[in-house]
């Protein structure tokens, strides 16, 4: 067991590396738990593998990665050849899923993350979320949804016809969206979406992850 | 000539694949000048190849792509066989290349790129700048440097002892940072970041897009 994983089963970023080896086939793993409610993430030694004082972190040997998206990538090129092929097929494939990679990381997430940290996240820890915030960030999430719903209406996923990691990089924090924090509305209302959403948020792999949250 | 890409030589984030493709030695491609000032990024032909109306946006044959990031990549997958290896030469080296293009792109970018829409892209559409949002972000920003100035203190660039694209993405908004935000401190008070900047800001390829910046 040569891959270690620091963080939570409910931590978005942990989930998106959790999915990402549940889609490789990658069982041999060890998640360790990093307390968060105590400060572990900040606390010496911890800081010492990631030094923002973020979960998750992978260990494999003796390399140590953090971001989450980096990790996932990591997992994907280690693994290339079980499981599902999560950057496509051809070298055009890859640049599609690479595209929506970027989309989710510079577009969908800062609005997503946004809210679910006000409605979510930030009560969890005793503070109050900001309204005007959140009002913002869903004014800007329905613009960017109008474009998804234009490519999905075209397209069955989103670098293609075929499943990638770019679809896969979105299911966490769109559950607490639509799950936790309830504005979910957005995601629902679009037809082809919605059908998305159900398609990505029922694989067998995101099973796996929210079997580990509770 | 297969590559076309769509965009302004000014642009931080034409810039990021202008120096890419210069690092990896293409010159063989075409520049198609946006007119933003006419707002051509949100017409209707600009929309059907990015539908966010932003760019850059590249087309190599049948292959449309936008968002600079994933632009650099295909530019270094592509010609992997030559110019400077930006994914590093081993599967160790990638992954540490990706780890500090994400750091790039989830920790340093959302500041700098704040602290320069207040202060050069928000005036130039007659909006004032909000002086607290700025010191707010410049406040994040010490603290992301100081984690910077400790592992460029024991490492020449950001994934190890090569240069690579997670430095380079650096480059675009750092430069504007010191240069038209006049907001450099943080960089040049701190001696590893410092040097790290001094390098990576004199290498050819950023010297050829400033270059072409001047002529445009």
């Known amino acids: ?214 | 000539m297969s590559i076309t890409l769509f965009g302004t030589a000014g642009s931080t984030c034409t810039s990021l694949v202008l120096t890419t493709l210069f690092e990896k030695q293409v010159q063989d491609f075409v520049l198609k000048n946006v007119n933003l000032a006419k707002g051509e990024h949100k017409k209707p032909e600009y929309l059907k190849l990015q539908p966010f109306g932003v760019i850059p946006v590249l087309q190599d044959g049948d292959l449309t792509i936008f968002e600079s990031r994933a632009i650099a990549r295909y530019v270094s997958d592509k010609y992997e066989g030559q110019g400077t290896p930006l994914l590093g030469k081993t599967e160790k080296e990638r992954a540490l290349v990706n780890q500090w293009l994400e750091v790039e792109s989830q920790n340093y970018y959302p500041v700098v790129s704040s602290i320069a829409y207040q202060l050069v892209f928000g005036p130039r559409r007659g909006l004032k700048p909000d002086e607290k949002v700025v010191e707010q972000q410049l406040e994040k920003f010490e603290k992301i440097l100081d984690i910077y100035e400790e592992h460029l203190a024991k490492n020449e660039y950001l994934a190890g002892n090569f240069f690579s694209l997670a430095d380079l993405s650096h480059i675009p908004y750092t430069y504007l940072l010191l240069h038209q935000a006049k907001k450099g401190e943080g960089i040049t008070s701190r001696k590893h970041v410092k040097a790290w900047w001094d390098k990576i800001s004199s290498r050819p390829s950023w010297k050829q897009l400033l270059d072409l910046r001047a002529q445009s």
């Open chain 1, 1 to 214: 067991m040569t891959i270690k994983i620091y963080g939570m089963p409910y931590s978005t970023c942990t989930a998106r590396v959790l999915a990402t080896l549940a889609e490789k086939e990658v069982e041999d793993y060890e998640l360790v738990p990093v307390d968060l409610s105590v400060g572990a993430h900040k606390k010496p030694e911890f800081l010492k593998m990631q030094p923002f004082g973020m979960i998750p972190v992978l260990q494999d040997s003796d390399l140590t990665i953090y971001e989450s998206r980096a990790m996932a990538r990591y997992i994907s090129d280690k693994f290339e050849s079980q499981g599902t092929p999560l950057f496509g097929k051809t070298a055009k494939d890859k640049a599609l899923v690479n595209q929506w990679l970027e989309v989710e990381s510079q577009n969908y997430n800062p609005c997503v993350s946004s809210i679910v940290y006000q409605l979510v996240f930030a009560p969890m820890h005793g503070r109050q979320g900001d309204e005007t915030v959140v009002k913002q960030q869903l004014e800007k999430l329905e613009k960017v949804l109008d474009i998804y719903e234009a490519h999905l209406s075209k397209n069955k996923y989103l670098a293609g016809e075929f499943f990638s990691l770019a679809d896969l990089s979105h299911i966490p924090y769109t559950f607490y969206l639509v799950n936790m924090a309830k504005k979910g509305d957005g995601i629902t209302s679009r037809k082809h979406v919605s059908a998305w959403w159900e398609d990505i948020s029922s694989r067998a792999s995101w099973k796996t992850v929210t079997a580990k949250m509770n």
